[in-house]
């Protein structure tokens, strides 16, 4: 049984309602209430995941039952995102050099990524 996976909006959906969830239920009272979703979701995450139950039917099952992961496009946005962030919350020593640098960092972590897959 392999792990399905999700793009960012479900799978960070999933994350939310099992981390506030979590704190009061079960994990298979959680997952009553996931395969319910459908009719119960009102607000937020759950709608979320209600809009993705409907449209993967199979997808959402399969990830209930087996679990789940953030598909590989979406983590490789968000090791990029990640990157950047960093890039910009330190301060410049010399900016053309630092943009260029930060280039030749994406550039290589890019290439690592093209090869692992």
Same mark, same amino acid.
């Given at each position: 049984?392999?792990?399905?996976?999700?793009?960012?909006?479900?799978?960070?959906?999933?994350?939310?309602?099992?981390?506030?969830?979590?704190?009061?239920?079960?994990?298979?009272? %959680?997952?009553? /209430?996931? +395969?319910?979703?459908?009719?119960?979701?009102?607000?937020? &995450?759950?709608?979320?995941?209600? !809009?993705?139950?409907?449209?993967?039917?199979?997808?959402?099952?399969?990830?209930?039952a087996n679990g789940y992961e953030l598909?590989?496009?979406?983590?490789?946005?968000?090791?990029?995102?990640? %990157?950047?962030? /960093?890039? +910009?919350?330190?301060?410049?020593?010399?900016?053309?050099? &630092?943009?260029?640098?930060?280039? !030749?960092?994406?550039?290589?972590?890019?290439?690592?990524?093209?090869?692992?897959?």
């Amino acid at each position: 049984m392999e792990k399905v996976e999700l793009p960012l909006d479900v799978y960070n959906a999933f994350e939310n309602l099992k981390r506030t969830w979590g704190r009061l239920l079960k994990k298979e009272e %959680m997952d009553v /209430i996931f +395969l319910n979703i459908t009719h119960i979701a009102q607000v937020g &995450d759950a709608v979320v995941l209600k !809009k993705y139950a409907l449209e993967n039917a199979t997808k959402y099952i399969q990830a209930v039952a087996n679990g789940y992961e953030l598909n590989s496009t979406d983590k490789l946005i968000c090791q990029v995102d990640m %990157m950047l962030n /960093i890039w +910009l919350e330190e301060p410049y020593e010399d900016e053309e050099k &630092d943009r260029y640098n930060f280039a !030749k960092d994406i550039t290589e972590f890019i290439k690592s990524q093209l090869v692992t897959q």
